[in-house]
C-alpha cells in the first residue's frame, strides 16, 4: 500500500461564491440519507426516458442487482438528439485537437447526424442489438461516435485502450465474442503517426467470429487490406443518412464492456448496462464538477479506452449536454506546455486527470504553467490513484492558481461513476483524502471480519449498498463476479479491493490496493498478467513481479527473474529482450521498469512467492520479517545481485 496520509493538515473550504451558487450544496447528503432509492430516483429523471421503470431497484438476488426496471431508455438519444430538439444544436459538443495541431470542432447537431450515419452503417453491415463490437482507435472523433453508433442500436460496444498488443486485443476479442472491429490507420503520438492495424490484422489471425473490420483513414499510412472483410470508414458511413430513429432499450441492456486487470492472468470483463449508468455518470459529471453546460468548458484529459474516458469524456459530459475538449496526443508534444497551451486555447474552467499527471508536470516545473493564462479555470479533478499532498499543493497553486477546489475522485471501472469525492461548492479540502461518500453512496471501512473501523484505523473499503452505476457482472463469468467482489463479508457487501482509513472527521484516505494489482500511472495491471508473460519467454523459468512505488508514475513494474538452464545469455541484452517482450506481449504500459536475474525467489513454505520481500528488495529497503521462509538466505543472494545504485 502507498502511504498517501503526509498532509500537513491545512483545509481548504469551499469558495464563498462557489459554495453559494453550486449545483449541489450541502443538504445533499441528508437528502439522499433519508431515502436512498427516492434520491436515485430523482436523478434518474435528469433523463429522458421513453417509459418509465415500475421498480427502482430489484436486489433479491444479491449480488445482480437491477436498476430501474420495466424502464426504458435510448442512451445516445439522451447525449444526442434530445439536445438538439431542446435547440442546442448549434452548441459545440468537443472542441477536439489533434496532436499535429490539426483541428475539428463538433456541434450537437452534427455529432448526431454522425452517430446516426454510423448506426445505419453498421445496421447494413448486419450489427444487431446485443452484438459485440470491438473498437480500437486513437483519440479521434470517430471514436465517440462509433461507441454511441452502437449504443443507439443497442450493440455492445468493448473499446480497448489503443496502447494494448495485438494478444490483448486478440484475447478481449474471443473472451466478448466480437462480430466486428472497428479501428484506424493510426494515430499521432508523440510527434509521429503510431500504427493500429497492423494489430488488428495480428489479433484477428488468432480469433474467429470477426466479420468485418472498419477502418477510420487518419494517419494516412499504408495498411494491408483483406478484401471482404476490411471496410473503409468513409466509404462505408459517409453515405448513410444523417437519420436513424432509435430504438428505447430496457433500462437493464448491456451497454458496454471493459476489460481491466484483476488478480489472475485473465483481465476480468466488466459489464455495463443502460439506465443506472448513465444516471449516475450523468449525476455525478453535474454535480462534483459542478458544470454548467451553457458556460463551462469541460476537459477529461485522459484515454476514451479506459473507463475514466467512457464516463467522463463520453456519457457524463454529453447527457449534460457539456461543451468539452478532447485532445488526441501527449502532453510533452511539441512542447511540454502543450496542455496549458490548449486550456488558454479554449478557456477551460474544469479540468480532470490523474496525479501521475501532476508529478510529471512538477517535474518539468512551474515556469511552464506560469507562462500562459490559466484563469478560466475554476474546478480541477483528481483520478486513478491516491494523490499525496505535495502534488495536490502544486496542482492547487500551479494550475488552480490557489482559487480553484481540487475534487480528488475514487472510483473504478467496476464503480462506473463517482464513488467516494468532496465536493466542490460544499467540502473542506483535505489535500490526499477523497474525504466523502458521495450523496446515495454507501462506504465504509472494516478490518478482515467486516467490523467498522475509525479514528485512522487501517482496513479494507467496502461498499455497503448497491449503486446505479456498479457492474452487473464479469461478461461471461457469474462465478467470478460473485467470488471477486461480494464474497468476502457476505453477497450484499463489495469489497473493492482498496486498503484505506477513516479519520477523526469521518473521512475517508485510499491507501492502495490490497491485492496483486498494481496501479502504474493511475492505469491497473496485474502483477500474474506480467509473470505470465515473462515465463512465457523461452529463457525464463519462473517470475515474480511487484509493484514499487515511484516518484512519477505511483507504482513502477519490477521483475525478478530466474533462467532456464539453457538460457545462454543473462546480461543486458536478455533483460531489454524480456522488457521489449512484455511490451508486445501486454502493452507499453506494462512494461517493466527493471527486471533483476535472480537465482532464486524467496517462498513460503507452502510455496507461495514472498512479494512483500520483493518490494522491500525493490524499494531499497531494510527488509521486513524474513522467518517464514523456507531458507532466508535467498533474500542475501538477491541483495548480492543488485547493483549499487537500485
Ligand atoms: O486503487 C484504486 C485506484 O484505482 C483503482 C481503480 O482502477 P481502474 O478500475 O483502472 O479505474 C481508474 C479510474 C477510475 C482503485 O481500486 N484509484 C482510483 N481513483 C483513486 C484511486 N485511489 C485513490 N484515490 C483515487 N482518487
Given amino acids: 500500500?502507498?502511504?498517501?496520509?503526509?498532509?500537513?493538515?491545512?483545509?481548504?473550504?469551499?469558495?464563498?461564491?462557489?459554495?453559494?451558487?453550486?449545483?449541489?450544496?450541502?443538504?445533499?447528503?441528508?437528502?439522499?440519507?433519508?431515502?436512498?432509492?427516492?434520491?436515485?430516483?430523482?436523478?434518474?429523471?435528469?433523463?429522458?426516458?421513453?417509459?418509465?421503470?415500475?421498480?427502482?431497484?430489484?436486489?433479491?438476488?444479491?449480488?445482480?442487482?437491477?436498476?430501474?426496471?420495466?424502464?426504458?431508455?435510448?442512451v445516445a438519444y439522451n447525449c444526442l438528439d434530445r439536445h438538439v430538439e431542446?435547440?442546442?444544436?448549434?452548441?459545440?459538443?468537443?472542441?477536439?485537437?489533434?496532436?499535429?495541431?490539426?483541428?475539428?470542432?463538433?456541434?450537437?447537431?452534427?455529432?448526431?447526424?454522425?452517430?446516426?450515419?454510423?448506426?445505419?452503417?453498421?445496421?447494413?453491415?448486419?450489427?444487431?442489438?446485443?452484438?459485440?463490437?470491438?473498437?480500437?482507435m486513437p483519440m479521434i472523433p470517430e471514436t465517440i461516435v462509433a461507441?454511441?453508433?452502437?449504443?443507439?442500436?443497442?450493440?455492445?460496444?468493448?473499446?480497448?485502450?489503443?496502447?494494448?498488443?495485438?494478444?490483448?486485443?486478440?484475447?478481449?476479442?474471443?473472451?466478448?465474442?466480437?462480430?466486428?472491429?472497428?479501428?484506424?490507420?493510426?494515430?499521432?503520438?508523440?510527434?509521429?503517426?503510431?500504427?493500429?492495424?497492423?494489430?488488428?490484422?495480428?489479433?484477428?489471425?488468432?480469433?474467429?467470429?470477426?466479420r468485418n473490420v472498419l477502418v477510420v483513414k487518419r494517419t494516412e499510412q499504408d495498411v494491408e487490406w483483406t478484401e471482404g472483410r476490411d471496410l473503409w470508414w468513409h466509404d462505408v458511413v459517409d453515405r448513410q443518412s444523417p437519420q436513424h430513429t432509435p430504438e428505447a432499450f430496457d433500462a437493464e441492456h448491456p451497454l458496454y464492456i471493459m476489460y481491466t486487470s484483476g488478480t489472475t492472468a485473465k483481465p476480468k470483463g466488466i459489464l455495463h448496462t443502460s439506465g443506472g449508468y448513465l444516471t449516475q455518470v450523468a449525476y455525478s459529471h453535474w454535480a462534483t464538477f459542478d458544470l454548467e453546460p451553457d458556460t463551462d468548458v469541460y476537459w477529461t484529459a485522459a484515454d476514451v479506452g479506459w473507463v475514466t474516458g467512457h464516463s467522463y469524456i463520453v456519457y457524463g459530459p454529453l447527457a449534460n449536454r457539456a461543451t468539452s475538449v478532447m485532445y488526441e496526443g501527449t502532453p510533452e508534444t511539441p512542447h511540454r506546455g502543450r496542455w496549458f497551451e490548449l486550456i488558454e486555447k479554449y478557456r477551460v474552467s474544469i479540468l480532470y486527470t490523474a496525479p501521475t499527471v501532476i508529478r510529471t508536470f512538477m517535474k518539468w516545473g512551474e515556469d511552464i504553467p506560469a507562462g500562459f493564462d490559466l484563469s478560466s479555470l475554476r474546478v480541477l479533478g483528481s483520478v486513478g490513484e491516491p494523490i499525496n499532498p505535495e502534488a495536490w499543493l502544486w496542482y492547487h497553486r500551479n494550475i488552480g492558481g490557489e482559487r480553484c477546489p481540487i475534487v480528488d475522485t475514487w472510483w473504478q471501472t467496476e464503480t462506473g461513476a463517482h464513488m467516494i469525492t468532496p465536493l466542490p461548492g460544499v467540502t473542506s479540502l483535505k489535500p490526499g483524502s477523497a474525504q466523502t461518500p458521495f450523496p446515495g453512496i454507501a462506504a465504509k471501512v472494516v478490518d478482515d471480519e467486516g467490523n467498522e473501523l475509525g479514528d485512522d484505523a487501517t482496513g479494507l473499503l467496502v461498499l455497503t449498498a448497491p449503486w446505479p452505476a456498479m457492474l452487473r457482472t464479469i461478461w461471461g463469468d457469474d462465478d467470478r463476479y460473485v467470488d471477486t467482489y461480494w464474497s468476502r463479508f457476505g453477497r450484499e457487501v463489495y469489497f473493492a479491493g482498496d486498503g484505506a482509513k477513516k479519520d477523526a472527521d469521518g473521512d475517508i484516505w485510499l491507501l492502495g490496493r490490497v491485492d496483486d494489482v498494481m496501479n502504474v500511472s493511475g492505469h491497473r495491471i496485474s502483477t500474474t498478467e506480467v509473470e505470465s508473460s515473462l515465463v512465457a519467454h523461452p529463457a525464463v523459468a519462473e517470475a515474480a513481479v511487484v509493484g514499487a512505488s515511484d516518484p512519477t508514475t505511483g507504482q513502477g513494474i519490477v521483475a525478478f527473474v530466474i533462467l532456464r538452464g539453457s538460457a545462454t545469455d543473462s546480461g543486458d541484452d536478455l533483460v531489454q529482450q524480456l522488457r521489449t517482450h512484455v511490451?508486445?506481449?501486454?502493452?507499453?504500459?506494462?512494461?517493466?521498469?527493471?527486471?533483476?536475474?535472480?537465482?532464486?525467489?524467496?517462498?513460503?513454505?507452502?510455496?507461495?512467492?514472498?512479494?512483500?520481500?520483493?518490494?522491500?528488495?525493490?524499494?531499497?529497503?531494510?527488509?521486513?520479517?524474513?522467518?517464514?521462509?523456507?531458507?532466508?538466505?535467498?533474500?542475501?543472494?538477491?541483495?548480492?545481485?543488485?547493483p549499487a545504485s537500485s
Fill in 583 to 642: 511490451s508486445k506481449d501486454i502493452g507499453p504500459i506494462a512494461k517493466p521498469r527493471q527486471i533483476m536475474v535472480v537465482q532464486e525467489l524467496p517462498k513460503t513454505r507452502s510455496g507461495k512467492i514472498m512479494r512483500r520481500l520483493l518490494r522491500d528488495v525493490a524499494e531499497n529497503r531494510e527488509m521486513g520479517d524474513v522467518t517464514t521462509l523456507t531458507d532466508s538466505s535467498v533474500m542475501n543472494l538477491i541483495k548480492d545481485k543488485l
Fill in 1 to 74: 500500500m502507498s502511504e498517501s496520509t503526509g498532509s500537513e493538515g491545512r483545509r481548504f473550504p469551499a469558495p464563498e461564491q462557489l459554495a453559494a451558487s453550486a449545483n449541489v450544496g450541502p443538504d445533499v447528503y441528508a437528502e439522499a440519507e433519508a431515502d436512498r432509492l427516492a434520491f436515485w430516483a430523482t436523478q434518474a429523471r435528469r433523463l429522458t426516458w421513453a417509459q418509465e421503470w415500475d421498480e427502482v431497484l430489484d436486489w433479491t438476488n444479491p449480488p445482480f442487482a437491477k436498476w430501474f426496471v420495466g424502464g426504458k431508455l435510448n
Fill in 86 to 136: 431542446a435547440g442546442h444544436g448549434d452548441q459545440v459538443a468537443y472542441h477536439w485537437e489533434g496532436e499535429p495541431g490539426d483541428t475539428r470542432t463538433l456541434t450537437y447537431a452534427q455529432l448526431t447526424e454522425d452517430v446516426c450515419r454510423a448506426a445505419n452503417a453498421l445496421l447494413e453491415l448486419g450489427i444487431q442489438a446485443g452484438d459485440r463490437v470491438a473498437i480500437y
Fill in 147 to 210: 461507441m454511441l453508433a452502437c449504443a443507439r442500436i443497442g450493440a455492445v460496444h468493448m473499446v480497448v485502450f489503443g496502447g494494448f498488443s495485438a494478444d490483448a486485443l486478440a484475447s478481449r476479442i474471443t473472451d466478448a465474442g466480437a462480430v466486428l472491429v472497428i479501428t484506424s490507420d493510426g494515430g499521432y503520438r508523440r510527434g509521429a503517426p503510431s500504427a493500429l492495424k497492423p494489430a488488428v490484422d495480428d489479433a484477428l489471425s488468432r480469433t474467429e467470429g470477426v
